[in-house]
Nanobody, 122 residues
Framework: QVQFVESGGGLVQPGGSLRLSCVASGRIRSISVMAWYRQVQGKERELVAWISNGGTGNYAESVKGRFTISRDNAKNTMYLQMNSLKPEDTAVYYC????????????????WGQGTQVTVSS
């Protein structure tokens, strides 16, 4: 069974930095696109950044220039370096991906991790 586990969240002051990690596991054969989403309670989950298998990153306008997405294909791991954090970045951050395991294909937004809480506050 394919699973995603996020880590690295926490409490940080405005202007600070955090690095999130997402590890995919479960007899994975290949992963193409990986993505970070975030959700504030009572609001819809929103796409933050996504990255291709080749390492090309794309970003929501709200985080462009502050966040950097990367991945280590050998470790089935994705990262999100978040700099110059703002209170409006406070949310639970989730990862998801598109790919295949030895048993089945999975698509973006089909499987989610448990999320990691990021709180930006003084």
């Amino acid at each position: 069974q394919v699973q995603f586990v996020e880590s690295g969240g926490g409490l940080v002051q405005p202007g600070g930095s955090l690095r999130l990690s997402c590890v995919a596991s479960g007899r994975i054969r290949s992963i193409s696109v990986m993505a970070w989403y975030r959700q504030v309670q009572g609001k819809e989950r929103e796409l933050v950044a996504w990255i291709s298998n080749g390492g090309t990153g794309n970003y929501a306008e709200s985080v462009k220039g502050r966040f950097t997405i990367s991945r280590d294909n050998a470790k089935n791991t994705m990262y999100l370096q978040m700099n110059s954090l703002k209170p409006e970045d406070t949310a639970v951050y989730y990862c998801t991906a598109d790919g295949s395991s030895l048993e089945y294909r999975f698509t973006l937004e089909q499987i989610w991790g448990q999320g990691t809480q990021v709180t930006v506050s003084s």
